[in-house]
């Protein structure tokens, strides 16, 4: 909580600040559905990986170049992660497990943006790049095995080094397209993670992040 507190008031002032020099400057927010790639020379790990559903919040600011194109970017807290839900037998016993990682990043995207309007409304498409960092992250997992259960929670060690689980900084491509309506926005958008943010890549093992986006945005000063 006190982590959030902060980032909201990091956006507050982010806001304020662009609100000088930005052709416009809002806030959004909306749903992540995130996974992940996880893999190395032998295996795809993730292909027991399931969709997290998730969520990222921020402001934005936006700096007009033409009537059609304009510059994007801003700063947000984003969740990602994913799922894991096995079942099966060992011993001729059932048994469940069930695994959640849940991340939270610090996103900065820098997107190019084409605006069309239709008269009442305009339809957007956007792409480049998208910078973020690793803030902190749990895996929660529970095992049932012959009627009993267990959970254990870990914190997500950050960092480059063989004791570590994943690299802090991240970098993908966003491609996205959605509807403005006055002050008020709705897109969908796609996060390609880049980076292998794999603490440790022995036998080529590499970890990328893979997030949809739906979000729903409001512009300050717009009519």
Same mark, same amino acid.
């Not at 959004?28 to 990986?49: H, I, P, Q």
């Not at 992660?81 to 016993?93: A, D, H, M, V």
């Not at 069309?116 to 957007?124: A, E, K, P, S």
């Not at 009627?147 to 900084?169: A, H, P, Y």
């Given at each position: ?104 990043? /610090? ?67 966003? /491609?996205?397209?959605?509807?403005? =309506? ?24 590499? $970890?990328?992040?893979? $997030?949809?986006?739906?979000? $729903?945005? =409001? ?5």
């Amino acid at each position: 909580m006190k982590k959030l507190i902060t980032f909201i008031a990091v956006v507050v002032l982010f806001t304020m600040n662009v609100e000088s020099f930005a052709q416009t400057f809002g806030v959004r927010a909306g749903l992540n559905l995130t996974n992940m790639l996880a893999k190395d020379d032998d295996e795809t790990y993730s292909d027991d990986y399931k969709t997290k559903v998730g969520f990222q919040i921020g402001g934005t600011a936006e700096f007009e170049i033409t009537e059609m194109f304009s510059f994007e970017t801003g700063l947000f807290l984003s969740n990602k992660g994913f799922r894991i839900n096995k079942e099966g037998t060992e011993y001729g016993e059932p048994y469940k497990f069930k695994s959640t990682w849940n991340l939270y990043y /610090i996103e900065i995207p820098l997107t190019a943006k084409a605006t069309f309007d239709l008269g009442n409304q305009r339809i957007y498409g956007i792409f480049g790049p998208s910078i973020g960092i690793g803030l902190s992250g749990k895996d929660k997992a529970k095992t049932t095995y012959m009627g009993e259960s267990d959970t254990n929670t870990e914190t997500v060690d950050w960092g480059t080094g063989e004791d570590n689980d994943l690299k802090r900084f991240d970098f993908g491509w966003i /491609i996205g397209a959605g509807v403005e =309506y006055q002050a008020f926005s709705a897109g969908l958008s796609y996060n390609l993670g880049l980076a292998n943010i794999a603490a440790t890549t022995d036998g080529g093992y590499k $970890v990328k992040n893979r $997030v949809f986006a739906i979000t $729903v945005g =409001y512009r300050f000063g717009q009519k």
